[in-house]
């Protein structure tokens, strides 16, 4: 059985990220594409410096996604995951075959989700939330890009589900860190004594959580006391994780386990007893990140 989400739609995150890019520059506002942030410095008004120039803003709002895990409290409370989809070559045929004609996005329950759907050209992209996690801060570990086992079991996950397609081969695979809460909800706060705003926590759902997202963020930026900063998005104390290394040794233990447990599920076979009794450690510590 499964749960059919009328009101879901999926949705193409560069066409997305392009269209607000048009209705941004439509109403006047200045976009300085490739100019990375060096620093940012003061209280309110703050200097914004790159290296061919600065700006000076009320507001800064942090909207680089694990680039905020660089914000010790963001940091206490998140840690990186990665996700690796792979792509079918097209197979339409095979598609129609079973039914399977409309671009429904589609995902399992498992902690480390299969999530998938189809492409226009009949293609197939099926992903793996299983990927390896950060030690610290370090969003730009190329192991979170290139991890040769977990894009394996995304092609094993298309395999199993779409034995057809996957006989078609596969046109290539990427991967990418994610930052989850360790509530898996999304926060969005400012750091204290500044005007500095973020959003964080998105787990993997950022453009599920973008209309949050800017509901929250501009009761903070315009200090709106409104239903929005009120609300547990922007009002709460989430759990946080123990200090480094331990936080990449337990996390690290933890995934593994799961990832073994679930692997041998698919395989129809009882998990290892102590693989189980890792797995369940997030449970006992009332910790929603890791939960099975």
């Known amino acids: 059985g499964g749960l059919l989400f009328h009101e879901g739609a999926t949705v193409h995150p560069a066409l997305l990220a392009d269209a607000l890019r048009t209705e941004a520059i439509r109403v006047g506002v200045e976009i300085y594409e490739d100019t990375p942030v060096t620093s940012i410095d003061g209280q309110g008004p703050h200097i914004v410096s790159s290296k061919n120039g600065s700006a000076v803003a009320r507001d800064v709002v942090l909207a680089n996604y694990t680039g905020v895990m660089s914000i010790p409290s963001v940091f206490a409370a998140t840690t990186i995951f990665s996700s690796f ?6 197979n ?3 598609l129609d075959r079973i039914n399977y004609r409309e671009a429904r996005g589609i995902a399992d329950l498992r902690m480390f989700t299969h999530y998938f759907r189809r492409t226009r050209d009949g293609r197939i992209l099926m992903g793996s939330g299983s990927g390896p996690i950060a030690y610290g801060k370090s969003h730009s570990d190329q192991a979170l890009r290139n991890d040769p086992r977990s894009a394996e079991r995304a092609a094993v996950g298309l395999a199993r589900f779409f034995p057809e397609v996957a006989k078609s081969g596969i046109e290539g695979s990427w991967g990418w860190p994610i930052e989850v809460a360790s509530d898996r909800l999304p926060y969005f706060g400012t750091v204290s004594g500044t005007r500095i705003h973020y959003g964080s926590g998105y787990s993997g759902h950022g453009v599920n959580a973008t209309c ?4 929250c963020l501009t009761s903070r930026v315009l200090n709106r006391k409104d239903q929005w900063l009120h609300s547990p998005f922007c009002h709460r104390d989430p759990l946080r994780f123990p200090p480094e290394p331990f936080r990449f040794m337990g996390g690290r233990l933890i995934r593994n386990a799961i990832v073994t447990c679930e692997d041998f599920e698919d395989a129809r ?3 290892p007893v102590i693989a189980r009794s890792i797995a369940n450690i997030p449970k006992l510590l009332r ?6």
């Open 212 to 215: 949050i997202a800017g509901e």
């Open 85 to 90: 989809p792979v792509m079918s070559k097209p």
């Open 92 to 94: 339409d045929l095979a």
């Open 287 to 292: 910790m929603r990140i890791g939960m099975r």
């Open 269 to 271: 076979k009882q998990p």
